[in-house]
C-alpha cells in the first residue's frame, strides 16, 4: 500500500510539472486606462496599458473589431502603447486581448470620443460673443441701411 501511495503521488507530482493546470497559473493583469475624449485635430492621445505576467505573453489590439497590431511582448512586464490621434468624429471601442502560454486571457477596453471643433472663449479675443451683441450690430447696421435709403429717395424725388 505504501508504495502504491508512493507512486501515485510521484506521478502526480510529474503532470503537474509536465502539464501545469491553467487554474493555478497567475494570470496576466492589464491596467485600465481611463476613457478618452478629445477635439478634432487634438495630438498627443495614446492609450497606454501596464501589463504584467509570468510567461511569455500575445496581445492584439482591436478597434471597433478590426486588428490594430497582433505581436509577442517578452519579459514579465511592459507596456502596451497606441496613437489614437488622427481619428474622425466619431466613438471607437479599443479593446486589448492579452493570453500567455498557459491559455490564461485578460482584456481591457477603453472608449475614444472624437468631437467637432467649437468655438471656445480663447477663439475671439480670449472671451466668447454674447449673441445679444452680434443681435444688436446687426440690429444698428440694418437701421442705418434704412436710413440711408431714405435719404437717398428723397434726395432723388427732391431734385
Known amino acids: 500500500m505504501r508504495r ?3 507512486s501515485f503521488f510521484v506521478c502526480f507530482f510529474f503532470l503537474l510539472i509536465a502539464f501545469p493546470a491553467t487554474g493555478l497559473q497567475s494570470l496576466p493583469t492589464i491596467s485600465e486606462p481611463e476613457d478618452i475624449t478629445y477635439v478634432e485635430g487634438a ?5 497606454e496599458w501596464w501589463v504584467s505576467y509570468n510567461s511569455s505573453l500575445h496581445y492584439s489590439i482591436h478597434r471597433n ?3 490594430l497590431r497582433s505581436e ?7 507596456n502596451i502603447t497606441v496613437s489614437v490621434d488622427g481619428l474622425l468624429i466619431a466613438v471607437y471601442f479599443f ?9 490564461n486571457v485578460e482584456t481591457d477596453s477603453v472608449i475614444v470620443t472624437v468631437l467637432l471643433p ?6 475671439v479675443g480670449g472671451e466668447g460673443i454674447d449673441p445679444l451683441i452680434v443681435i444688436g450690430v446687426s440690429g444698428a447696421a440694418f437701421a442705418v ?6 435719404l437717398l429717395r428723397q434726395r432723388r424725388l427732391g431734385e
Not at 118 to 123: A, H, N, P, R, Y
Open 65 to 67: 473589431g478590426t486588428v
Open 118 to 123: 467649437e468655438f471656445t472663449d480663447d477663439t
Open 43 to 47: 495630438t498627443g492621445n495614446v492609450i
Open 95 to 103: 479593446i486589448v486581448i492579452v493570453d500567455d502560454w498557459g491559455d
Open 72 to 78: 509577442a511582448l517578452g519579459g514579465t512586464s511592459g
Open 4 to 6: 502504491v501511495a508512493s
Open 145 to 150: 441701411v434704412i436710413v440711408i435709403l431714405v
